[in-house]
């Protein structure tokens, strides 16, 4: 159900209304979001959207290079790298060797990879 220009009311049409539940919970989230309910959800995507832009330009947009050689290995390696980084961090049994990423960075980079992956998927009309 998702798609470029979607708006709520073609969503809305398109659910399945067999399940109320869900769809008012979502429902809700959704206009939560849009009355600005929840400003740190959009500060933090914007800071995220910045970020991404800034290094995918000094990276000179390996991202996509690697995914055009490796498909989608390449992502799920960089996700489990990442996953890999927060479980370390959070699990007590070791200090972090590299203070300046926490678990907040990995969890921007995770969103930040992903950001890159729909944005490759998108252009090429996947």
Do not use: H
């Not at 049994?93 to 995770?110: G, L, P, R």
């Amino acid at each position: 159900m998702s798609g470029k220009g979607q708006n709520l009311a073609y969503r809305e049409r398109d659910c399945r209304i067999d399940d109320d539940k869900e769809f008012i919970k979502y429902r809700v989230s959704y206009e939560d979001f849009i009355a600005g309910k929840t400003p740190n959800v959009e500060r933090i995507a914007l800071e995220i959207a910045e970020l991404v832009s800034r290094k995918n330009n000094d990276y000179n947009n390996s991202f996509e290079n690697l995914f055009n050689e490796y498909g989608w290995t390449a992502f799920t390696i960089r996700l489990s790298d990442k996953l890999g980084r927060i479980k370390n961090l959070t699990d007590g049994k070791q200090d972090a060797q590299i203070k300046s990423e926490s678990v907040e960075d990995t969890i921007k980079d995770i969103i930040g990879y992903s950001l890159l992956m729909l944005d490759v998927l998108e252009r090429k009309g996947a």
